[in-house]
């Protein structure tokens, strides 16, 4: 039988996430490199711009997205899951997902392009010039590399947000490292979504990148070593996680950084979409649609605006739109104690969703 087929790269944020899950779901699959050839003759047109990971099926799909990649083989074999089902547990999962995807970004692109620089450039070479001496690849792969580095400063990490960038960085490994002291996944002895959305920006650039990986391993062991967990799980498709639909304690300061953090970008990303649209309503969904404040560690400074991080959003907010009674008080419960009230009747007016690999209105 036809082996399914994950075209990406180790120095890809999202491809660890997809490979994370396809590992510890057991699928049978093989990865291919993303090679500038693969991007020219599959991945651009099949998907439409140039974007990893790809899974392609036996059956000749096309799955670009993370998440999307994680519910078609979720649908597929429904148990066991990823996907907690008491409602504490499933909104926290949902949450850290999107923390992971769409806000350690800033971290991760910080520590690549500030101290990872020439392995970054010589990690790039290798994909785009797979062919070429050692010099002439690093060369290649430091042009390769300009797109990626010249969105470094627009996602928030300058030079001036480096210091509260890394102590933030710093405290998130302090606040991890304590809390897989006690569990080996976030929820429980079994990953979930919110593993999988940290493990992206955990792998490839905070712990495969060397000087940010030395950090971590010196830092937060525990962090370390439930990064290799997750790329090789010791227990495939094994694990529960923890009864009552408990969050544990030492989950919660994670999540309140979240909150902290990433909270007030999120209720603002809502307000500036819902106005793009009015001011736009025939006009296609782009990528960036303006600038927004951010706050890390009381420094304050600006940052893109991205639609796509809308849809992780509903992702959470249409799970806690769906609850009632005592499941709601309990999750509503939750966003209490992380200081998440701002999302539990957050109104989005301006709904998105994916189709065809394009962010469209809902």
């Avoid at 399914?4 to 491809?15: D, E, N, R, V």
């Avoid at 140039?50 to 096309?62: N, R, S, W, Y």
């Avoid at 504490?88 to 990872?116: S, T």
């Avoid at 490839?204 to 030395?214: E, Q, T």
Wanted: net charge negative; proline share 7%; hydrophobic share 40%.
């Amino acid at each position: 039988m036809a082996k399914h087929i994950l075209y990406g790269g180790q120095l890809s944020y999202f491809t660890g996430k997809a490979r994370a899950y396809l590992n510890w779901k057991g699928v049978d699959y093989e990865e291919r490199l993303a090679t500038r050839d693969i991007y020219a003759s599959l991945i651009i047109p099949r998907v439409g711009y140039a974007m990893i990971p790809l899974v392609i099926t036996p059956d000749d799909q096309a799955i670009q997205d993370t998440s999307e990649i994680i519910d078609h083989f979720e649908a597929l074999e429904p148990e066991p899951s990823v996907v907690p089902a008491g409602p504490k547990q499933r909104l926290a999962a949902h949450l850290l997902e999107l923390f992971g995807d769409e806000w350690l970004v800033i971290p991760a692109m910080h520590y690549r392009w500030a101290h990872n620089r020439d392995f970054a450039y010589s990690e790039f070479g290798k994909i785009t010039a797979p062919d070429l001496a050692d010099d002439a690849q690093f060369e290649a792969g430091k042009k390769a590399a300009e797109k990626f580095q010249g969105v470094v400063g627009l996602l928030g990490a300058t030079p001036e947000m480096a210091p509260a960038i890394e102590a933030s960085y710093e405290a998130l490994l302090d606040e991890l490292n304590a809390h897989f002291s006690v569990h080996p996944y976030l929820l429980g002895s079994r990953p979930s979504i919110g593993d999988f959305g940290l493990i992206g920006p955990l792998y490839a650039h905070l712990y495969r990148d060397p000087a940010s990986g030395d950090l971590m391993k010196s830092r937060a062991p525990e962090v370390s070593k439930w990064v290799e967990r997750m790329q090789s799980p010791p227990e495939p498709k094994g694990g529960a996680f923890l009864a009552n639909d408990e969050i544990p304690e030492t989950l919660l300061p994670v999540l309140r950084r979240m909150m902290r953090e990433h909270g007030p970008c999120l209720v603002n990303l809502v307000e500036q979409l819902s106005a793009w649209k009015q001011a736009n309503p025939d006009t296609d969904i782009p990528r960036v649609i303006g600038m927004q404040p951010f706050t890390v560690e009381d420094k304050t400074a600006q940052r893109i605006v991205l639609p796509y991080t809308q849809r992780m959003l509903q992702r959470a907010t249409d799970y806690f739109a769906s609850l009632e009674g005592d499941a709601r008080g309990a999750a509503l419960s939750l966003l209490d104690s992380i200081g998440g009230e701002q999302l539990a009747d957050i109104n989005i007016p301006a709904r998105v969703k994916r189709e065809n690999h394009k962010l469209v209105w809902a």
